[in-house]
Every structure is written in C-alpha cells, then in structure tokens.
C-alpha cells in the first residue's frame, strides 16, 4: 500500500525557514511533488523532483523559486521542501504528491497524495 506522509510545517513568522518532509512507503516513484492550497483557493503547484538514469531535476514554481528547495534522500524515500525567507503568502496546506512516470506541474496528473501539512506565516 502506498502512503505518503508529510510532516514539518508549523507557525512561523515573516522570513524564517521551515523544512517540510515527505516519507513515502510502499514504492518508488519517479516523479515527486509540492502543491499547496490556500483557503478558498485552488490547489498550486510549489515544486517538483524528477529521476532519472541521468540524475534529477527539479522545478519550481516563480512565486518560490530562490526561496524553496526540493530534494530527495534516496536511503530514507524522503522528498524535503526547504523553505526560506518565508511570507505571509506562503501561508497554505502544504500537500506532497507522487506519479510513476515524467514530471507535472498539474495536480490531477498525481496518482498518490499525502494527507498535507499545515504552513502559517504571520507578519
């Protein structure tokens, strides 16, 4: 069965840091993701991770891009979001997501979600 379980958010303040984690279980993927939803808005794209025989690449969306950083611990299957110099803005409900082949910055093109992780910034 696979899970998907984030961990890592919290209250913060505007410019401090936070490291969200993705565990996953059950199997591998190729492509890993970030999303985030903010109240009464649609579900966004944060960040990817893609693998391949070549190495990784990773993409982010403009509003983080400098800010966040995706990565992936192989030995632990553990997607991470570094966040830095966060912003009020970045104040969401913060969701990993998984699909088995290619990269996407569209949500319904993920097959596995995780329950999500609760992001607030104050100002």
């Known amino acids: 069965q696979v899970q998907l379980v984030e961990s890592g958010g919290g209250l913060v303040q505007t410019g401090d840091s936070l490291r969200l984690s993705c565990a996953a279980s059950g199997r591998t993927f190729s492509s890993y993701a970030w999303f985030r939803q903010a109240p009464k808005k649609e579900r966004e794209f944060v960040a990817a991770?893609?693998?391949?025989?070549?190495?990784?690449?990773?993409y982010y969306a403009n509003s983080v891009k400098g800010r966040f950083t995706i990565s992936r611990d192989n030995a632990k299957n553990t997607v991470y979001l570094q966040m830095n110099s966060l912003k009020p803005e970045d104040t969401a409900t913060y969701y990993c997501?998984?699909?088995?082949?290619?990269?996407?910055?569209?949500?319904?093109?993920?097959?596995?979600w995780g329950q999500g992780t609760q992001v607030t910034v104050s100002s």
């Open positions: 991770i893609m693998f391949s025989w070549t190495g990784s690449n990773t």
């Open positions: 997501a998984a699909r088995e082949y290619g990269v996407s910055r569209t949500r319904t093109d993920y097959d596995y």
